[in-house]
Every structure is written in structure tokens, then in C-alpha cells.
């Protein structure tokens, strides 16, 4: 069974930084890419970023370039997000997912960005 | 980047009713096309890739059809857990934009 565990998310100040993580199990981590999107709450779904499957190449949404970064630890079966340079409008529910298609999802962590 | 445009955004309908969502892309994008479902405090759930092929699991009332720019949800005969927001997303290029839901609301 696919799992998908998200954590780091939580309360930070406006030009602050957090970094999310997302353990995964039960399928071959290496030979997917892995995406993150991300939801404001009530609001619809935003495709943020998705990594290659060595980590290599990265895509983000234009919104996030310059201050996410993607990356993953294949050894680990690990996926992160690097937020920096957080605003108001980051605060969402931050959800990784298996594949460049998005096939299944985690539970989501929760982002708030507030003074 | 491509857009994607759901109508409508939201629904009334009653168990029993038969459902249709559309989906337009801004360019074409083959079949290159996921549905998914999400109910209030989960996670989104595949229900459709391909723009046709339904999940494992997914009841057969769910279909999905369309190419390139337009694309088709359908649920034949609406049940009550089917109450939900529904979403499309492409995963032609990146990024692999979602369209704006369409919530599916008891009549």
C-alpha cells in the first residue's frame, strides 16, 4: 500500500523559512517523480513543483521559483520542499504525491505564514 | 503554461441524477488528463487518468472522455457519497496545472 507521510509544516513569520518532508513507503520511490501541491484552505488545488526521478531536473510553478527548492533522498525514500522567503500567500495545505500524474497523495501538513 | 478551465464551478443535484463537468484546456494536450475527487478534509483521490481510464476501485458509474482541449466527466447515476469537488488537471508539460473545481452539491 502506498504511503505518503508529510511533516515540518506549522506556524512562521513572513520572509521565514520551513522545510517540509514527505516519507514515502510502499512502492519504489526512485523510479518515480514526486510532486508537491498545495492548498489554500477552502480554495482549489495548485501544482507547485515535481522533481525527476535522480533529482536532477526540477519544475516549479512560477509563483515559488527563486524561493522553493526541491529535492529528494532516494536512499531515505524522502521528499522535500525548501521554503524560503515565505508570504501570506504560501499559507496552505502542502500535499505530496506519487508520480508526475499525481496518482496518490498524502494527508497534507499544514502551512501557516502570519505575524 | 497550459490553462485549464472547469465549468461549472458548482452543481446542484439529487441521488439518481445523471452529472456532467467539463474541462478546457488552452491548448491541446492529447489525453494527457486526470480527474480527481476530494470531499471536505481529505486528501484529492484519482478517480479518472488518461483522460478515460478509470482507478482501480472507481465505481463504473464515474467515466471520463474528451481529447486535446476538451474533456468530459460524467457520473451516471449520482450516489451520496459522490457529494464531493471534483478537479482536472493536465499532465502534459509543466507544470501541470489544475482547473478550478467544480463542486457537486445536494439538490
Known amino acids: 500500500e502506498v504511503q505518503l507521510l508529510e511533516s515540518g509544516g506549522g506556524l512562521v513569520q513572513p520572509g521565514g523559512s520551513l522545510r517540509l518532508s514527505c516519507a514515502a513507503s510502499?512502492?519504489?520511490?526512485?523510479?518515480?517523480?514526486m510532486t508537491w501541491v498545495r492548498q489554500v484552505p477552502g480554495k482549489g488545488l495548485e501544482w507547485v513543483s515535481a522533481?525527476?526521478?535522480?533529482?536532477?531536473?526540477?519544475y516549479y510553478e512560477d509563483s515559488v521559483k527563486g524561493r522553493f527548492t526541491i529535492s529528494r533522498d532516494n536512499s531515505k525514500n524522502t521528499l522535500y520542499l525548501q521554503m524560503n522567503s515565505l508570504t501570506v500567500d504560501d499559507t496552505a495545505i502542502y500535499y505530496c504525491a506519487k508520480g508526475g500524474w499525481t496518482d496518490d497523495w498524502g494527508q497534507g501538513t499544514l502551512v501557516t505564514v502570519s505575524s | 503554461d497550459i490553462q485549464m478551465t472547469q465549468s461549472p464551478s458548482s452543481l446542484s443535484a439529487s441521488v439518481g441524477d445523471r452529472v456532467t463537468i467539463i474541462c478546457r484546456a488552452s491548448?491541446?494536450?492529447?489525453?494527457?488528463l486526470g480527474w480527481y475527487q476530494q470531499k471536505p478534509g481529505k486528501a484529492p483521490k484519482r478517480l479518472i487518468y488518461s483522460a478515460s481510464i478509470l482507478e482501480s476501485g472507481v465505481p463504473s458509474r464515474f467515466s471520463g472522455s474528451g481529447s486535446e482541449t476538451e474533456f468530459i466527466l460524467t457520473i451516471s447515476s449520482l450516489q451520496p457519497e459522490d457529494f464531493a469537488t471534483y478537479y482536472c488537471?493536465?499532465?502534459?508539460?509543466?507544470?501541470?496545472?489544475f482547473g478550478g473545481g467544480t463542486k457537486v452539491e445536494m439538490k
Open positions: 488537471q493536465h499532465h502534459n508539460t509543466f507544470p501541470r496545472t
Open positions: 491548448q491541446g494536450i492529447r489525453s494527457d
Open positions: 522533481i525527476s526521478t535522480d533529482g536532477g531536473t526540477a
Open positions: 510502499g512502492f519504489t520511490f526512485s523510479i518515480y517523480i
